[in-house]
């Protein structure tokens, strides 16, 4: 189906809808409604995400409004700096390389017995 199609006269444009299953959860695309205005978009994305209670929160976006960014060039950083990232710079794996670095063993793990 094309983004837009004719309908008695008026011209129906593709709308993507964003639904939150339950407090707390992240918003996902459920699908699209073919719509001519935004109001009739809601009303149908209602009508078709929510009749029965399956989502506490819509967004309905016109297709033509979302801008799409898949160039590779500029999703990839130009410099490193996964240490930023959670997980991205751990000082477990620094310490044990400078360890065995330096020749020197591992701390046994304090057990609380004297």
């Known amino acids: 189906m094309t983004d837009a199609a004719q309908a008695d006269g008026r011209t129906l444009e593709a709308w993507e809808v964003f639904r939150r299953e339950k407090d707390g959860d ?3 695309h459920g699908g699209s409604v073919m719509a001519p205005d935004a109001t009739l978009a809601l009303h149908y994305a209602r009508e078709m995400y ?3 209670q399956e989502s506490v929160h819509l967004w309905v976006v016109r297709r033509t409004d979302i ?6 060039d500029l ?3 130009p ?3 996964s ?4 997980g991205g710079y751990v ?4 310490l044990a390389a400078a360890r ?3 020749g020197q063993a591992q701390p046994k793990a304090n057990t609380g017995e004297r």
Do not use: G, T, V
Request: charged content about 45%.
């Open 50 to 52: 929510s009749r029965r």
């Open 75 to 77: 999703l990839q950083p």
């Open 83 to 86: 240490f930023k990232k959670p």
């Open 91 to 94: 000082m477990r794996d620094k």
């Open 26 to 28: 992240p918003m996902r």
């Open 67 to 72: 801008h799409d960014l898949a160039d590779l």
């Open 100 to 102: 065995e670095q330096s």
């Open 79 to 81: 410099l490193d700096r």
